[in-house]
């Protein structure tokens, strides 16, 4: 197993890319809108939820009265759909509106009986990493394509971990479908998606997200392929476009 290396302390903001801040605080306010600008996160949701729940039932080591970690959680829609299983939930985003946006959703629609709390902060990952926090279960959903350094905040991730600790990721692999799906189709021909949202040469391939795990100090415990069909997104064995995996530290 590789070894992480320290943070550095005077570099608190590597994973932070303005024009991305700006261009999600911008539409804060349209976040919970299911039909809005971040539909496909919404229609994507029950299903990522049921396939990290389905994950943490096997997962023996983990204490289900520490909080989970929902890093880049903008407005809180993983960060709800966790807390309703009961589950403590500290989401953390960069950005100031969403933050803000994501607080408002939860004072005006409460979670159901029974649900974790969640603790909404404006932060980054390597503020965290700096002030020493440990999590066992981290979560970031589509986040890692819109960072600077994808590799620095793998390591981040891996800091964060405590020894059996799981993580979550889901992004975007970077091929032709994705380009003709995930770029030109969704922003540009349904408009599912802002135009500007992704850059496609920012998409990260399975494998090198593997090698970033690996030089992390992490390992797979699995992957998964979201497939939009006709009826919906479901949970294939298709990486090609949109995929989550899960890493641990052991």
Known sequence: MSTVTPPDPHNQKNSVKDDEINRFNAIASEWWNRTGPMSPLHEMNALRIKWIQNILKTYQPLDKTCPILDIGCGVGIASEGLASLGYDVIGVDAAKDV???GKNHLNSVPLPPNSGEITYQVGTIEELVYESRQFQIINALELLEHVND??????NISR???NQGIAF???INRNIPSFLFAKLGAEYLTRKLPIGTHNWKQFITPAELGKMAHHAGLRIVDIAGLTLRPNG?????NVKINYMICLSKA
Do not use: G, M
């Not at 994808?150 to 390591?155: A, L, R, S």
């Open 99 to 101: 933050i803000q946006a």
């Open 150 to 155: 994808p590799q620095e905040f793998v390591h």
């Open 160 to 162: 964060l971990l405590t």
């Open 169 to 171: 990721l889901s992004t």
């Open 233 to 237: 997104w479901k949970i294939t064995n």
